[in-house]
């Protein structure tokens, strides 16, 4: 059913004769039934929900079309902070008969939503496509051009000590700071198997449902927004040492997945998540005490400074801050609340406080930058 046929099916059945915007919602629940409109039985829940926290028990005419055309919309979400409606019916765990696919979007739904009219709104609303192309995608290019790394030159574990890895046109190396497309490509190249297997992971067991929950646009900037400020943070905190890796953008995803579950513990219904929050958190901080490890204890000779690990620690920041807004405004617009304006402002301070640095810092306090290869 589109906007244009509901309007008019409203006008023939005289439903609003005042034109007020508002129908009453046994009225349009009545309209339902006698007609047989397609209608799916949650989201009719979801509209006597909403009635419910009208003080006239109405439906507003805007909020049935959001809701029918799936729009994310922050009156929903405020009916639900108002506590003033229940849905009556049981909660997606006690759905039978789902097939493969379905079980695995309500997986998904228990995994990263903590509250269960959102887990059900999510369900019903949920389609196949479009598909959560980019986390895909950003993982097949890092797999991808690892390969083709490897096989150039015969190395797989700690390919940043290989004189020749570092001529790669992807890297961060402080001595091509003007070649700005480096502060973004470097995500694709990885020190080794190691630390591939081990952004991959994560991208696919996390990104990939955050993103089916979230979308593309969302978590594409959230990544990205870690991804840049892991290469800008490295350049002031580390000013000598390259970056290699996607971290950046890995930990903001996970630091923002493990602090939206804290901040809902109750809420959350994912098996096991006190065992999963200690296992993710060791090894989040291994991965991060290796790095440490190689940039100041390098087990092999090399050539001049190797990989800094400030990334990780800047993308968790981005994670906490930037991801926490976005994973807390399920349904809801980001531009409408003040809090986002505020982590905005906050990182484009921070860019901009890095661009003048990276412009003039290196000059002004002398720092001896190695050669670029």
């Not at 646009?217 to 996607?246: E, Q, W």
Request: charged share 15%; glycine share 8%; net charge positive.
């Amino acid at each position: 059913m589109d906007r244009s046929s509901l309007l008019q099916l409203i006008q023939e059945q005289q439903l609003d004769p005042e034109n007020t915007g508002f129908i009453g919602a046994d009225t349009f629940a009545g309209l339902v039934h006698s007609h047989e409109l397609p209608l799916d039985p949650a989201k009719l829940d979801m509209l006597v929900a909403l009635a419910q926290s009208n003080e006239r028990g109405q439906v507003c005419y805007q909020e049935l079309v959001d809701l029918i055309s799936s729009k994310r919309s922050s009156s929903f979400k405020r009916a639900i902070a108002n506590g003033q409606r229940a849905l009556p019916r049981d909660g997606l765990l006690d759905e039978p008969g789902l097939g493969v696919y379905k079980r695995f979007v309500r997986y998904v739904a228990y995994e990263i939503l903590p509250c269960e009219v959102d887990r059900r709104w999510y369900f019903y609303r949920h389609r196949s496509c479009p598909p959560p192309v980019f986390m895909a995608s950003v993982t097949l290019a890092q797999i991808i051009v690892f390969l083709c790394y490897g096989a150039r030159l015969n190395k797989w574990v700690l390919q940043t000590y290989h004189p020749e890895y570092m001529k790669s046109p992807l890297v961060y190396h402080p001595g091509h700071r003007a070649r700005a497309w480096r502060f973004l490509t470097y995500m694709f190249m990885h020190v080794g198997l190691e630390q591939l297997g081990f952004n991959a992971l994560l991208q696919l067991m996390i990104g990939v449902p955050l993103e089916m929950v979230h979308g593309l646009l969302r978590i594409s900037l959230l990544y990205l927004a870690g991804v840049l400020a892991g290469s800008l943070t490295v350049s002031i905190t580390d000013m000598r040492a390259p970056v290699v890796g996607g971290s950046g953008g890995v930990y903001a995803l996970c630091s923002a997945h493990l602090a939206n579950v804290v901040m809902n513990w109750a809420g959350m219904r994912c098996p096991y998540k006190l065992l999963r929050m200690v296992l993710a958190l060791v090894c989040m901080s291994s991965e991060v005490g290796r790095a440490v490890w190689l940039r100041f204890s390098p087990p092999l000779p090399a050539s001049g400074p190797q990989p800094s690990f400030m990334a990780h620690l800047a993308g968790a920041v981005v994670g906490v801050s930037m991801g926490l807004t976005i994973l807390r405004s399920y349904e809801e617009r980001l531009q409408d609340q003040c809090g986002w304006w505020v982590v905005l402002l906050a990182y484009g301070t921070f860019l901009l406080f890095a661009i003048f640095w990276n412009i003039f810092a290196y000059d002004l306090l002398g720092t001896h930058v190695p050669p670029p290869p």
